[in-house]
């Protein structure tokens, strides 16, 4: 499996931007697709989730109401798209995969499959 995002950049607080994990190497309707993001210092975090088959979502609290997690079966892509950005939001973004039967999708360390990340800055 192999996935590859973009969309990151620099933008101000309050402003959107739209992330895309482009997957292949598999069929996915098994897989839950996540989304994880890493600031400097920290550890990598949970931010959104959505199962490939179903498009059931899951959301990290602190981006409930603000970003929405989608998918295109058509386009083996998934969308995270980020509304209301604060400074906080300030991370490296990866996008990940998993069989949903494996684990928890909150849980990073039951994702096997990862993206190489994309950088998503959020000036004040």
């Known amino acids: 499996v192999q996935l590859v995002e973009s969309g990151g950049g620099l933008v101000q607080a309050g402003g959107s931007l739209r992330l895309s994990c482009a997957a292949s190497g598999d069929t996915f309707n098994s897989y839950t697709m996540g989304w994880f993001r890493q600031a400097p210092g920290k550890e990598r975090e949970f931010v959104t989730a959505?199962?490939?088959?179903?498009?059931?979502?899951y959301y990290a609290d602190s981006v409930k109401g603000r970003f929405t997690i989608s998918r295109d079966t058509t386009k083996n892509t998934v969308y995270l798209q980020m509304n209301s950005l604060k400074p906080e939001d300030t991370a490296v973004y990866y996008c990940?995969?998993?069989?949903?039967?494996?684990?928890?999708?909150?849980?990073?360390?039951?994702?096997?499959?990862w993206g190489q990340g994309t950088q998503v800055t959020v000036s004040s």
């Open positions: 959505i199962t490939w088959s179903v498009g059931t979502q």
């Open positions: 990940a995969a998993k069989t949903k039967y494996n684990g928890h999708y909150a849980s990073r360390n039951d994702y096997p499959f």
